[in-house]
């Protein structure tokens, strides 16, 4: 930017010799070529970086404050250059990431990453539409239909909840399972409202909304929580069992219990690969409970539905006949960065309803011939999300997303395996896809101080979990780019953090 006036025949000066900015014909913006450079050298840099991440601290050591002091107090005045703001990438920028990517990384649960999704991303970037309507632009809209069709074919949904099959039921990309969770709990509450409305007429809405109560287990995500509190509605958290699933009976009984209390029970959250240890909760049991009783089942497959592609990992979705929605993130287990979150409705009529307002600017001609997004979500404006899908569908194919699956699934085996080899330590859970859940014999304050010892150390990085009181490390597979050899320096890391522990006791 900084050349572009130069290289503009038309620029002008005013009287005091300044670039008149006002000219339309000096050029404020960045140039194609220069463009060109810019782009190839951060392709050139990204690619440096997500190949030698490996050797990165995966914890930045910092702390808070760091970076104000490495910038300017305000914005400058003058365009800088481009190679500028790359030098200050690796100054300003990289010592305070926390490297996701890095197969020493094992907190949370993996979010994606990968070249095809990069690039379509910024392909996105220059499309740059908003496509809340179909007419707002059309392969937005077309695209995102076609690509949750094949999805929900690779992962065997029922037909009902494809656009394909020509009935109701169709597929979005939402930004997050959180965003997922809400809209399911607004379509359940419009649908449930409109049938009590009808069998008592006299009731306001104030008095049906104090009446509905929504289920999940008390495993369920913390957004399913949140998801009650922005919706407006109680949830209640039903025991999970001694292998932390919620159960047909556990949820009919609390819904009996409420129906019992005058309440309207209205909603049901079914996680499958809980947050804590990727714990499924039995659908097949809780879907026809619910269906039972009129409840809207929402499934929440946010890390583990990506693992459906693979048929040996189907049947945690046994009873998937029963839910009104369903949702994965494939921007945690699938490759595709960040923000992808594919929510399919069976009926998607009652979300539509319950968000639409028509204002003028945003009715046109086909309204009714494809869907409008705009009405599927909480936002207005949308990203062109769906290129990332089509992307990485079409340059992994179905064998190679079920690969990496499969990759990391038997990594997880690997890292338990040395886990119950070594005498002091036990693991906490069944080890479910790629989260081993571990801790060491004995009492939480010790597995406690072994974390804060790993994570000090910052050579991999862990995040703890607790159920019923008792406190373990999660290690998560996170990368694409682990081998066996990560785990097993994965596995050294613990155990040298567990024998400075032991030192420090004696
Ligand atoms: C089971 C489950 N549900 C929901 C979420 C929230 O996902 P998001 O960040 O896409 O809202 C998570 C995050 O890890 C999760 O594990």
Known sequence: MSKSNKTNPTARTNGAGKVDKMDPDVSIDMEAPEFKDFAKSMVDYIAEYLENIRDRRVLPDVKPGYLQPLIPDAAPVKPESWQDVMQDIERVIMPGITHWHSPKFHAYFPTANSYPAIVADMLSGAIACIGFTWIASPACTELEVAMLDWLGKMLELPAEFLACSGGKGGGVIQGTASEATLVALLGAKAKKMKEVRETHPDWDDHTIISKLVGYSSAQAHSSVERAGLLGGVKLRSVPADEQNRLRGEALEKAIEQDLADGLIPF?????????????????????????????????????????????????????????????????????????????????????????????LYLKHDMQGSAPDYRHWQIPLGRRFRALKLWFVLRLYGVENLQAHIRRHCSYAQQFAELCVQDSRFELAAEVNMGLVCFRLKGSNERNEALLKRINGRGKIHLVPAKIRDVYFLRMAVCSRFTRPEDMEYSWQEVSAAADEEEQQQK
């Open 267 to 359: 909603y049901a959250v079914v996680t499958l690969g809980t947050t804590n240890s990727c714990a499924f909760d039995r659908l097949d049991e809780c879907g026809p409970v619910a269906n039972k009783h009129n409840v809207w089942v929402h499934v929440d497959a946010a890390y583990a539905g990506s693992a459906f592609i693979c048929p040996e990992h189907r049947h945690h979705m046994k009873g998937i006949e029963t839910a009104d929605s369903f949702n994965f993130n494939p921007h945690k287990w699938m490759l595709v960065n960040f923000d992808c979150s594919a929510m399919w409705l069976k009926d998607p009529s009652w979300v539509v309803n319950a968000f639409n307002v028509d204002p």
